[in-house]
């Protein structure tokens, strides 16, 4: 069974950093890109980043260009999201999803996480 | 890239078909099979539902289907049942990935 378990959500001050991770077992994790979706509460979705399967694509939202740094361990099966110069509009929760394709970035998000929520506030 | 426009909501009774509508540009729903649905349902992670415009990913049911025309796409989902009430959004992708606002389904 495919499983994707995000960890590193908190509370942040305006203009902090924060780094999210995410655990993948249940599939050979360098076969396939990764994901991270955010979800502002009562909000919808927004993609943030996505990775390909040798870090050799990566795509950003115009929305956290130069602040986000998506990247991937393969030896761990784990994939990140180094957040920095964080904003309250960044306050979300944080999914993590598999690309249902393979090792390159499409819109194709099959499973997802349980997310961890990102609190940026003062 | 802008996001895709979608109904905030639409309604139907069990046993009807209703259909949801996305709307984007030349440059991405019209231009690229790059179209995925997702079911979220309250408190729950979304789920996908359709990808690549029509196709449906294993263990989703075939009352639900996906088509384009033109730089619209469309979600159908016939003999409504109760647990289809859920959040519906449309996804495309070109350079990068974009959502439509979300459609709430209320089975009535």
């Known amino acids: 069974e495919v499983q994707l378990v995000e960890s590193g959500g908190g509370l942040v001050q305006p203009g902090r950093s924060l780094r999210l991770s995410c655990a993948a077992s249940?599939?050979?994790?360098?076969?396939?890109?990764m994901h991270w979706v955010r979800q502002a509460p009562g909000k919808g979705l927004e993609w943030v980043s996505g990775i390909s399967w040798n870090s050799g694509s990566i795509g950003y939202a115009d929305s956290v260009k130069g602040r986000f740094t998506i990247s991937r361990d393969n030896a761990k099966n784990s994939l990140y999201l180094q957040m920095n110069s964080l904003r309250a509009e960044d306050t979300a929760l944080y999914y993590c999803a598999k690309d249902m394709l393979g090792r390159g970035i499409t819109n194709w998000f099959d499973p997802w996480g349980q997310g961890t929520l990102v609190t940026v506030s003062s | 890239q802008s996001a895709l426009t979608q109904p905030a909501s639409v309604s139907g009774s069990p046993g009807q078909s209703i259909t949801i509508s996305c709307t984007g540009t030349s440059s991405d729903v019209g231009g690229y099979n790059y179209v995925s649905w997702y079911q979220q349902h309250p408190g729950k992670a979304p789920k996908l539902m359709i990808y690549e415009v029509s196709n449906r990913p294993s263990g989703v049911s075939n009352r639900f289907s996906g088509s384009k025309s033109g730089n619209t796409a469309s979600l159908t989902i016939s003999g409504l049942q109760a647990e289809d009430e859920a959040d519906y959004y449309c996804s495309s992708y070109t350079s990068s990935v974009v959502f439509g606002g979300g459609t709430k389904l209320t089975v009535l």
């Open positions: 249940g599939f050979t994790f360098d076969d396939y890109a």
